[in-house]
């Protein structure tokens, strides 16, 4: 049996609007404990933000998080995977686009979340997968603490 990203997917994404502030954003994260959002307008998901993004694209450039807007800082144009996918190429996917995060959408409509960290403790032969994909290609140093603590 093939798992599909629908199996291992969060559902229950929390989002921010791209008009909010950074500073609305933070809270959000800070209020769930979670170090991403998907970013949406009018409903539709269009970027997301990361912990990261907060790092490099407000603190190390010393903008304001009450004036900066989130649709300033966000990462897009989004990446993301279908739920019929299999968890194999979204893993795949992943790693050939440096990313940890995987928002799943049907068209531009978000159902749920799916993260390098889902995958590697999910299932024992997902972590097969990932080893695989490690001697392929060399893991961002951002991946490698994750793939050192699930993989090697």
């Not at 490099?56 to 900066?68: D, E, F, H, L, Y």
């Not at 993260?115 to 997968?129: E, G, N, S």
């Amino acid at each position: 049996m093939l798992l599909k990203v629908e199996d291992v997917m969060v559902e229950s994404v929390i989002t921010v609007d791209a008009d909010a502030t950074v500073m609305k954003a933070v809270k959000i994260m800070n209020e769930n404990e979670i170090g991403c959002l998907v970013v949406t307008r009018r409903g539709r998901a269009v970027g997301i933000i990361t912990e990261r993004d907060l790092l490099k694209r407000v603190i190390g450039k010393a903008k304001s998080p009450t004036k900066t807007k989130v649709r300033e800082i966000m990462t897009k144009p989004l990446i993301a995977g279908q739920p019929d996918m299999d968890l194999e190429d979204a893993t795949r996917l992943m790693f050939d686009r440096k990313i940890k995060k995987l928002p799943v959408v049907e068209g531009r409509r978000l159902l749920g979340l799916i993260t390098l960290t889902d995958v590697a403790r999910f299932q024992p032969q997902m972590i097969k997968i990932l080893k695989k994909l490690s001697d392929e290609v060399t893991a961002p140093q951002r991946m490698k603490k994750v793939m050192n603590y699930y993989v090697c």
